[in-house]
């Protein structure tokens, strides 16, 4: 399956072999036309006004609420809220779920800086304890989490954007319900990868973004299950979240207004939409079919060294090679017109268990091809034998 025909910025760019869509990934046509569309022919202010036009943007703005819920399979599109991002999200719920001092917080160190340094922030805060999901000889997770009567909120992956390793969440669900904790997943890497049901899953949270999905950058979705938003305050005040305003006291509206004051980012969460309706033809055994290709063209490399389990994964790909930067193999790869990510990757914790500081990473998505990953491999082996 080759959907690159469908981006413009791959039209505009044909010699580009883009392999960092674990970063963030390129918009198709019909992302940038929805966007379009709502600017030129259908944009007006949401929730606002009783005029055709707002009704009319509100009830896009709702439409795009509904394909978010149906992507996710929640229970109600009052379960979904909109936020900036999967970091907007995580922040949300750590600084309104209901901690007190004493409660403890459970991470993995598999986490992205995203799901870790909120937790950080929010335990100096409120006096709570983090205790720590440790790792395998392979990088993947210890299954015998650190679970106490104490245990308020379980935070983790479902697939490291380093390893590309996939969580076994039913086992962490099942263990923390069984001391009463409630769980967040964020789903960063996972939501453009997998199929997903947060209701099967029986997690209370789960976060991803937008333009990790081919969707547009500044918007990302929280789901929440109701009886857990509904025990939160809001984060932010302003106009949309509030029912009545007084000068002393104010009340709130119910979730998910309640978590998103002011101005709803309208056209961001239609093209959101658009990106879910297009990851409709995504085809994982593709990427799965050019991240094996990849790795077998990687592991004839002397002194190469690829991170975390071999699968179940998603088509991530972090390695390093003795003797050579990743900086200056990412350098030498540009100059090849392949663009990959180099350096801590937002995951400093899990870098230093594998004793190292830096890495470079390969990702595929539904618009790379095997001539991509070809010429990955062979750029790599060309770069070794320059740069040792």
């Known amino acids: 399956m080759n959907r690159r025909d469908a981006f413009p910025f791959l039209r505009n760019h044909p010699s580009l072999v883009y392999l960092d869509s674990a970063a963030t990934a390129h918009k198709p046509d019909s992302v940038i036309e929805a966007i379009s569309q709502f600017y030129t022919h259908d944009y ?6 009783a005029y055709r036009q707002s009704l009319h943007a509100t009830e896009l703005y709702a439409e795009a609420r509904e394909a978010a819920r149906r992507f996710l399979n929640a229970a109600s599109s009052d379960e979904i809220v909109f936020t900036r991002g999967t970091t907007d999200a995580i922040n949300l719920v750590a600084k309104t779920f209901p901690f007190e001092p004493g409660d403890e917080i459970v991470v993995s160190k598999l986490e992205h800086h995203s799901n870790l340094l909120p937790w950080q922030m929010i335990a100096k805060e409120k006096g709570l304890t983090l205790r720590w999901i440790g790792l395998q000889e392979d990088g993947s997770m210890d299954l015998h989490l650190p679970l106490t009567s104490r245990t308020k909120l379980v935070a983790i992956t479902h697939v490291s954007n380093v390893t590309g390793g996939i969580t076994p969440l039913a086992e962490i ?8 904790a409630a769980v967040l997943v964020d789903g960063a890497q996972a939501a453009v990868h997998l199929p997903l049901d947060v209701q099967a899953l029986g997690v209370d949270f789960y976060a991803f973004s937008g333009h990790k999905c081919y969707g547009p950058t500044g918007i990302g979705v929280l789901y929440g299950k109701e009886e857990r938003l509904a025990m939160m305050g809001p984060l932010q005040g302003g106009g949309g979240m509030v029912e009545r305003v007084g000068l002393e006291e104010s009340s709130y509206e119910m979730p998910p207004l309640r978590f998103e004051a002011g101005t709803p980012m309208s056209a961001s969460a239609i093209g959101l939409k658009a990106a879910l309706q297009f990851m409709e033809q995504r085809d994982p055994a593709h990427e799965l079919k050019l991240l094996d290709l990849a790795t077998k063209a990687l592991q004839e490399i002397e002194g190469l060294r690829i991170l975390g389990p071999l699968s179940p994964k998603a088509p991530i790909l972090s390695f390093s090679i003795e003797k050579i930067h990743p900086l200056d193999l990412a350098s030498f790869l540009d100059a090849k017109e392949i663009a990959i990510r180099s350096g801590h990757l937002c995951a400093q914790p899990l870098m230093r268990s594998f004793g190292l500081e830096h890495a470079a990473r390969a990702s595929f998505a539904l618009y790379n091809t ?17 740069l040792r």
Do not use: M, Y
Not at 173 to 180: E, N
Not at 378 to 383: K, P, Q, S
């Open 370 to 386: 095997e001539e991509d990953a070809f010429r990955f491999g062979e750029a790599v082996h060309n770069a070794v034998k320059i």
């Open 173 to 180: 669900v099942k263990q923390a319900k069984q001391v009463g």
């Open 44 to 49: 007006g202010t949401v929730h606002r006004a």
